[in-house]
């Protein structure tokens, strides 16, 4: 990687290391200390819990939230480092770059807030605490081995990760190329759209249920899913094969937006 390239890795590195600090601290007084308090001040405080509140941080799912919207502010760092005689390319690269090593620091917190804390206060052990999350389909995979099983839930997290900050840079490499006001026009109207036809196709597959399509679509999803019918399990390479052909597309998308990008007076 050039130098410049690499300086400006670190740069962005640094900055939103220090805003997922922030954010994580936020996040545990809002959840344990302000709990804390208002035991304290309404003198319910012999049926407060530490366990439950320190168990249920969810730092993964945290984020997942943080590198979304912060794949989204793509604008004003665009402007500040064009000024600054930075190349489109080479502020694509770095993003991507910091993308990539940011989503490993996210895999690390969350494992240890998974493995270290959570697992020891609610008293499981790696099988029953994967049971109960995102990654519950594909827990027993591998059966007892604990390495494999959580090596590739590590591998998994990164990849969900890397996919949704992509997203976030692809959709706001689009963005950006709009007005304002039609940026906040197609922020309200597409999520409705997206809801409307959630609702339509679950409506039509429960009217159709037993149809040629409906099984169709059900065996699609679960092939999707990664779904192993001798085995009767989901195997999570599938949809890891999955995200890294979506990660693959949206930094295309991503870095042919990014080349139209123009400053804006």
């Known amino acids: 990687m050039p130098n410049k390239s690499w300086r400006l890795t670190r740069y962005l590195f640094k900055e939103q290391l220090q805003y997922l600090g922030w954010s994580y ?4 007084v809002l959840a344990t200390v302000f709990p804390f308090l208002m035991a304290v001040l309404n003198g319910t405080l012999s049926t407060f819990s530490w ?11 945290i984020f997942g939230f943080f590198i979304f919207i912060v794949g989204l502010q793509n604008y004003d760092n665009f402007k500040l480092f064009i000024q ?22 996210g895999v690390l917190l969350a494992i240890i807030n998974d493995f270290a804390i959570s697992a020891p206060l609610l008293r499981l052990d790696v099988f029953g605490l994967l ?36 997203l976030a840079m692809a959709i706001s490499s689009i963005m950006v190329l709009f007005s304002k006001t039609v940026q906040r026009l197609i922020y309200i109207v597409v ?21 040629a399509g409906t099984l169709a679509l059900q065996r699609f999803a679960k092939w999707l899913l990664g779904y192993h019918q001798t085995l009767g399990l989901f195997n ?3 949809p890891m094969m999955t ?23």
């Open 25 to 28: 601290l936020t996040i545990i």
């Open 51 to 61: 366990r439950s509140h320190l168990s249920g941080l969810g730092l993964g799912a």
């Open 84 to 105: 600054n005689g930075i190349s489109r390319r080479t502020y694509w690269l770095a993003r991507v770059t910091n993308l990539l090593i940011m989503s490993a620091v």
């Open 131 to 166: 049971a109960h999350g995102p990654y519950e389909m594909y827990a027993k995979f591998f059966g007892d081995n604990v390495f494999l099983t959580v090596t590739i839930y590590m591998l998994f997290l990164w990849l969900l990760f890397i996919t949704l900050g992509l």
């Open 191 to 211: 999520p409705v759209l997206a809801i409307f036809l959630l609702a339509y196709v679950a409506s039509a597959a429960i009217r159709t249920q037993g149809s």
């Open 236 to 238: 999570p390479f599938m």
């Open 243 to 265: 995200m890294v052909v979506a990660s693959l597309m949206l930094a295309m998308i991503a870095y042919g937006f990014n080349r139209k990008l123009k400053l804006k007076n």
